[in-house]
């Protein structure tokens, strides 16, 4: 690999759509598992079972760190392009391939594909959201990345070294979405995580929020810059906050610990691709793509209410095909 100090402007930006795939790859996964959680629709989030609170806070953060990744990519004028992920037992987890001597022996074994919340499908998210060591990079030894923090630290470098060449300026950085208010520090007593990036500093401070809360840096807990704010007494409950000072890993971490103890799960009994939720998915997700395809395309920093409804429709359509006795099914083309 090239160190990230020599890179051109294309390797900055080949790197910034590496990063929004990353997070991309992720949601389908995790929500799959999470909407194969019997009647969970049925449930308001406050009463979801304890499993089902965690994957879900993962899953809104995915989504902030999407809007992270492209705040940065909009602000060093590279337009970000959404494409349906692809699960691939050969290739693996895309741009990061945890080497076999660093990862744990409990998290041996896992299948790449979208599946039920069980033992296996929480080892790939384990292996995902691992943490490591941070240590020195011998950049140009390696051959791809053993982590998503060494994927970002190659991207910090890159940033630092390419801002001046490549930043879009002040009046044309239009772009930057803003969509996790309920993030913003208030009165320094809370934390904000959207991150309106019009610096090198702030694009540095985008990156950090991304691998803290995903795999913690090789930390017990996320540090509190980077923490959701605990609701206030009287508030609605939100379980995109549950266990904020917990990472992405430890969350997971948990999950395969105790995995004698998940909530019951659909079996799949269908045996038809052809299935009426499977098409449904397959246009709601598609259109969610393309959706999320415009909004970070457009100016202004607020995303369109069919944007929030479409991200909301995926879970109900997802649950449906598990109703229907299928796993979701992702591989199809925008």
Same mark, same amino acid.
């Given at each position: 690999?090239?160190?990230?100090?020599?890179?051109?402007?294309?390797?900055?930006?080949?790197?910034? !759509?590496?990063?929004? +795939?990353?997070?991309?790859?992720?949601?389908?996964?995790?929500?799959?598992?999470?909407?194969?959680?019997?009647?969970?629709?049925?449930?308001?989030?406050?009463?979801?079972?304890?499993?089902?609170?965690?994957?879900?806070?993962?899953?809104?953060?995915?989504?902030?760190?999407?809007?992270?990744?492209?705040?940065?990519?909009?602000?060093?004028?590279?337009?970000?392009?959404?494409?349906?992920? &692809?699960? +691939?037992?050969?290739?693996?987890?895309?741009?990061?391939?945890?080497?076999?001597?660093?990862?744990?022996?409990?998290?041996?074994?896992?299948?790449?594909?979208? !599946?039920?919340?069980?033992?296996?499908?929480?080892?790939?998210?384990?292996?995902?959201?691992?943490?490591?060591?941070?240590?020195? *990079?011998?950049?140009?030894?390696?051959?791809?990345?053993?982590?998503?923090? +060494?994927?970002?630290?190659?991207?910090?470098?890159?940033?630092?070294?390419?801002?001046? =060449?490549?930043?879009?300026?002040?009046?044309?950085?239009?772009k930057q979405k803003? /969509?996790?208010?309920?993030?913003?520090?208030?009165?320094?007593?809370?934390? %904000?995580?959207?991150?309106?990036?019009?610096?090198?500093? /702030?694009?540095?401070?985008?990156?950090?929020?991304?691998?803290?809360?995903?795999?913690?840096?090789?930390?017990? *807990?996320?540090? $509190?810059?980077?923490?959701?704010?605990?609701?206030?007494?009287?508030?609605?409950?939100?379980?995109?906050?549950? &266990? %904020?000072?917990?990472?992405?890993?430890?969350?997971?971490?948990?999950?395969?610990?105790?995995?004698? &103890?998940?909530?019951?799960?659909?079996?799949?009994?269908?045996? +038809?691709?052809? $299935?009426?939720?499977? !098409? =449904?998915?397959?246009?709601?997700?598609?259109?969610?793509?393309s959706e999320m !395809?415009?909004?970070?395309?457009?100016?202004?920093?607020?995303?369109?209410?069919?944007?929030?409804?479409?991200?909301? $429709?995926? %879970?109900?359509?997802?649950?449906?095909?598990?109703e229907e006795g299928?796993?979701?099914?992702?591989?199809?083309?925008?």
């Amino acid at each position: 690999m090239k160190h990230p100090s020599t890179w051109t402007k294309s390797d900055l930006h080949h790197h910034l !759509q590496h990063a929004l +795939d990353l997070e991309l790859w992720t949601i389908p996964l995790y929500l799959t598992a999470l909407y194969s959680i019997k009647d969970l629709t049925k449930l308001k989030h406050s009463e979801y079972p304890e499993a089902a609170k965690l994957i879900f806070s993962v899953v809104i953060q995915e989504m902030l760190h999407i809007e992270l990744v492209c705040n940065v990519s909009n602000a060093l004028g590279f337009p970000p392009k959404f494409s349906s992920p &692809k699960y +691939d037992e050969h290739k693996g987890i895309p741009f990061i391939h945890p080497a076999k001597e660093i990862l744990p022996p409990a998290l041996h074994g896992y299948h790449i594909k979208p !599946q039920a919340l069980n033992e296996n499908c929480l080892r790939l998210f384990c292996a995902i959201e691992l943490p490591h060591h941070k240590s020195e *990079k011998p950049w140009e030894n390696g051959k791809s990345y053993n982590c998503i923090s +060494d994927l970002y630290e190659a991207l910090k470098l890159g940033i630092t070294t390419l801002w001046s =060449q490549c930043y879009v300026g002040d009046e044309h950085n239009t772009k930057q979405k803003n /969509s996790f208010k309920e993030y913003h520090n208030t009165h320094g007593k809370h934390h %904000g995580f959207s991150e309106r990036v019009n610096s090198p500093e /702030s694009a540095l401070k985008a990156i950090d929020a991304i691998v803290e809360q995903g795999e913690g840096a090789d930390s017990k *807990k996320v540090p $509190a810059d980077f923490r959701p704010p605990h609701p206030k007494e009287g508030n609605e409950y939100d379980v995109s906050w549950h &266990k %904020g000072h917990l990472s992405h890993y430890q969350k997971f971490r948990i999950l395969l610990h105790s995995h004698h &103890k998940l909530p019951a799960t659909y079996e799949t009994t269908g045996n +038809d691709k052809s $299935a009426i939720a499977q !098409q =449904q998915l397959k246009k709601i997700f598609l259109d969610f793509l393309s959706e999320m !395809q415009t909004s970070f395309s457009t100016s202004g920093e607020d995303m369109p209410d069919t944007f929030w409804n479409k991200m909301f $429709a995926l %879970g109900h359509s997802l649950a449906a095909v598990w109703e229907e006795g299928f796993c979701p099914d992702f591989e199809f083309e925008n």
